[in-house]
């Protein structure tokens, strides 16, 4: 089994910056995608970015290009979302998701999920 855990979410204002993280532990897989989906109250789970298998290649939904970016640190297991110019549309339950597949799509489903970590834009 594998463990995903985000962290780094919270209440923000508009324009403001928040980091979140994914730790992965558990079964150690040698080649995974890594992506991160939101989900708003009343509205369906979006894929807003992903990282392919590789770590070479990122993909960013039309919504959030421009403030926000994904990372991974293979060496310390980590995945990162880094969200900048924040907006209330933002707001959002986050998840971290683990596939090992070259990359993760609107249509995938994930290996692995997190628990989620919740994150609102509000002034």
């Known amino acids: 089994q594998v463990q995903l855990l985000e962290s780094g979410g919270g209440l923000v204002q508009p324009g403001g910056t928040l980091r979140l993280s994914c730790a992965v532990s558990?079964?150690?897989?040698?080649?995974?995608?890594m992506g991160w989906f939101r989900q708003a109250p009343g509205k369906g789970r979006e894929l807003v970015a992903t990282?392919?298998?590789?770590?070479?290649?990122?993909v960013l939904a039309d919504s959030v290009k421009g403030r926000f970016a994904i990372s991974k640190d293979g060496a310390k297991n980590m995945l990162y979302l880094q969200m900048n110019s924040l907006k209330p549309e933002d707001t959002a339950v986050y998840y971290c998701?683990?596939?090992?597949?070259?990359?993760?799509?609107?249509?995938?489903?994930?290996?692995?999920w997190g628990q989620g970590t919740q994150v609102t834009v509000s002034s």
């Open positions: 990282i392919d298998w590789d770590g070479l290649s990122t």
């Open positions: 558990g079964r150690t897989l040698s080649r995974y995608a």
């Open positions: 998701a683990l596939d090992p597949q070259p990359t993760i799509t609107n249509t995938s489903t994930p290996y692995a």
